[in-house]
């Protein structure tokens, strides 16, 4: 069975950081690649940052460009993303997600391209 899993999320006031873990576990993740969104009560799934297969392409949106970082670690089957500055419109609950395809040229950033997806972990920034 193909889990993955969210952690690292929490309450943190404006400014202040958050590191997000994802771990998959169930099948390798090494070919795909692995995507971060978020959801805001009322409003759709956006993108925030995808990374690729083998960690050397990365992506974000222009909201977060800057703040937050993607990493990946192929060896642990975990994803992170390394949230700075945060600001209270980043409070969401945070996905992460795995690609559909393996060694995909291009930076998937829609959520269809995602087959694989953890339940979420919720982040709260208070002004």
């Known amino acids: 069975q193909v889990q993955l899993v969210e952690s690292g999320g929490g309450l943190v006031q404006a400014g202040g950081s958050l590191r997000l873990s994802c771990a998959a576990s169930?099948?390798?993740?090494?070919?795909?690649?692995m995507g971060w969104f978020r959801q805001a009560p009322g409003k759709e799934r956006e993108f925030v940052a995808v990374?690729?297969?083998?960690?050397?392409?990365?992506n974000y949106a222009d909201s977060v460009k800057g703040r937050f970082t993607i990493s990946r670690d192929n060896a642990k089957n975990t994803v992170y993303l390394q949230m700075n500055s945060l600001k209270p419109e980043d409070t969401a609950v945070y996905y992460c997600a795995g690609d559909r395809a393996a060694f995909r040229r291009g930076l998937p950033t829609t959520p269809g391209a995602y087959a694989y997806w953890g339940p979420g972990t919720q982040v709260t920034v208070s002004s």
């Open positions: 169930g099948r390798t993740f090494s070919s795909n690649a």
């Open positions: 990374i690729n297969w083998s960690g050397g392409s990365t």
